[in-house]
């Protein structure tokens, strides 16, 4: 619930083969997000690159001791009451935590953390309508996480937006019941692991530091990328392969974070 209000989505694999979502909400007010899950250490690096407060449903070994570490400014559902992070009962623990911005917002004031941030947008947004004529098509994406767990899209050239797929099924919005859709679509091949830690449940590391390989997709057409990341509270500078910063349509982003194998397709 949610997605198509976030400006920025990261989409990032997990154990067992799947991924999480961690979208970035801005200015927005919303009744219900979610479902909120536990946090992943790899997933703090991109939420201190946006500045932001960092909400969760409890959290693994690595990622509680990285939010003491780094000083991230977070929210973790477990500890709080039922009236600011609630499950509901039309889906299926765990998968059914919810919290709004409001209760965020509240949550946050109590905690003594900055509600508002000035720090400059991780993309190079503009006000006119970008198109990438040295592209090559792309009407079609498939990124496949894992054999089982593969994310698409397909381009819907008259509201020039892509509309999204999980394992083959269309995405709606809890909510609303409305598609949930992407205006721009980043890919960043990163390399991911297994750790092998005490609890020993197969949780994955992430390789995203340095010069990453891409694309950057919008308005139905791709270009490579490089993704360069100096270190994990650094961020992300995407840029074409002439060295120029790219310059992203104005609308919400999926930043696609996938497996260095991954046969992704773009036609």
């Known amino acids: 619930a949610g997605l198509n209000d976030a400006y ?3 989409e990032i694999i997990v154990e067992g083969g ?24 790899y997933f703090l690096d991109y939420a201190m690159e946006n500045d932001a407060i960092y909400v969760h449903f409890g959290w693994s070994p690595q990622a509680q001791s990285d939010i003491s ?4 400014n977070n929210l973790n559902g477990i500890t709080q009451s039922a009236t600011d992070f609630w499950r509901v009962k039309t889906k299926k623990s765990p998968h059914n935590v919810v919290t709004s911005t409001k209760k965020i917002l509240e949550m946050a004031e109590e905690k ?8 400059k947008s991780i993309l190079n947004y503009q006000v006119d309508e970008v198109n990438l004529a040295e592209g090559v098509e792309a009407n079609r994406i498939v990124i496949p996480y894992t054999e089982k767990n593969t994310v698409s899209y397909t381009y819907d ?34 390399e991911n692991y297994t750790l092998a830690d005490k609890e020993n449940k197969g949780r994955q590391g ?18 490579e990328i490089t993704c360069s990341k100096s270190v994990r509270t650094a961020k992300t500078v995407y840029k074409d392969l002439q060295g120029n910063e790219i310059k992203v349509n ?3 982003t999926y930043i696609q974070i996938c497996p260095v194998d991954a046969k992704v397709i773009i036609e």
């Open 157 to 190: 050239a008259v509201n020039k937006k892509y509309i999204r797929y999980a394992k083959n099924v269309k995405q709606t919005d809890w909510t609303t019941g409305e598609d949930v859709v992407a205006k721009n679509i980043i890919i960043t091949f990163a």
């Open 250 to 252: 104005d609308g919400n």
């Open 69 to 72: 570490k780094y000083k991230v």
């Open 8 to 10: 920025l989505v990261y």
């Open 206 to 223: 992430l390789k995203n530091i340095g010069d990453k390989k891409g694309y950057y997709i919008t308005n139905g057409r791709a270009i």
């Open 112 to 119: 003594g953390y900055r509600t508002q941030s000035t720090a």
């Open 18 to 41: 799947e991924t999480r979502l961690m979208p970035v909400f801005k200015g927005v007010d919303l009744e219900k997000i979610g479902s909120v899950r536990s946090s992943r250490h």
